[in-house]
């Protein structure tokens, strides 16, 4: 299952909200037996939308992947480095 926001010319903050917050309604709302959801997408900056978006999917386990060790040593890039308590 899959909620696909990015193109060939990237995505919008706006539909990364609306695909997390799509799995969080499966889970809660319909049931869906959702245990963790692969996020291999990231850039820009902080964002209160998404960061209450990722916080309000949880127990759900959110997978970020890394980019490549030289790429993150310049830049760490959010959501990676999102801290959710």
């Known amino acids: 299952m ?3 926001f990015l193109g060939t010319n ?8 609306k695909a997390v917050n799509y ?8 049931g869906i037996n959702l245990v963790a959801t692969n996020n291999s997408w990231g850039g820009g900056g902080y964002s209160k939308g998404l960061f209450d978006a990722i ?18 040593a310049i830049m760490t890039p959010y959501p990676l480095i999102l801290q959710l308590q």
């Open 55 to 72: 916080e309000s999917a949880k127990p759900q386990i959110f997978y970020l992947s890394r980019q490549p060790v030289i790429a993150a």
């Open 10 to 17: 990237g995505g919008t903050l706006a539909n990364a909200i």
């Open 23 to 30: 799995f969080t309604d499966l889970k809660t709302r319909h």
């Open 2 to 4: 899959n909620a696909k």
